[in-house]
């Protein structure tokens, strides 16, 4: 009783939807820091346990898990500072939305390992996620700061 319909413990629709935000955005970090730590450390076991040859000269897949280590610092900004950081959460909904696409068509068109097939539904998940959670979060338009 007292509680506005659709609230739970006092929490509002938007701010439940704001809370599973910062948590995708967290699970979204950790995969890419994990896929970080593979790629900078052991690549040997990125390949073995993904079936992806590695690449002859390992010094750029190894750099390529710095930039996943930037990112996902990056992904964590809208995790300490909400409000601030909205646009990251565009930004990651667009680059693994992207990403899906690049990896998923690899395989598709050009026969790359399947392998990148999972990496690529991944990447699609996270987009769907942080989508969802942030027009949830934003009155049902995720954009809404962008376009007026």
Do not use: C
Not at 39 to 46: D, E, I, K, L, V
Not at 95 to 109: E, K, S, T
């Amino acid at each position: 009783m007292g509680q506005a319909a659709g609230q739970l413990g006092g929490e509002t629709p938007a701010e439940a939807a704001h809370r599973k935000m910062r948590v995708s955005m967290v699970a979204g970090s950790l995969y890419d820091m994990v896929f970080a730590v593979i790629n900078m450390m052991a690549p040997g076991f990125g390949s073995w346990f993904m079936e992806i040859p590695l690449p002859d000269d390992q010094i750029y897949l190894r750099f390529t898990g710095v930039f996943l280590f930037m990112l996902a610092l990056f992904y964590l900004l809208p995790v300490i500072h909400p409000g601030a950081y909205l646009g990251n959460v565009v930004v990651a909904i667009i680059g693994r939305g992207l990403g899906a696409l690049f990896l998923i068509g690899a395989v598709l068109f050009f026969g790359y390992p399947k392998a990148f097939i999972l990496l690529g539904a991944g990447d699609f998940l996270f987009s769907v996620f942080h989508l969802y959670y942030l027009a949830g979060a934003e009155g049902g338009n995720p954009f809404r700061h962008y376009l007026d």
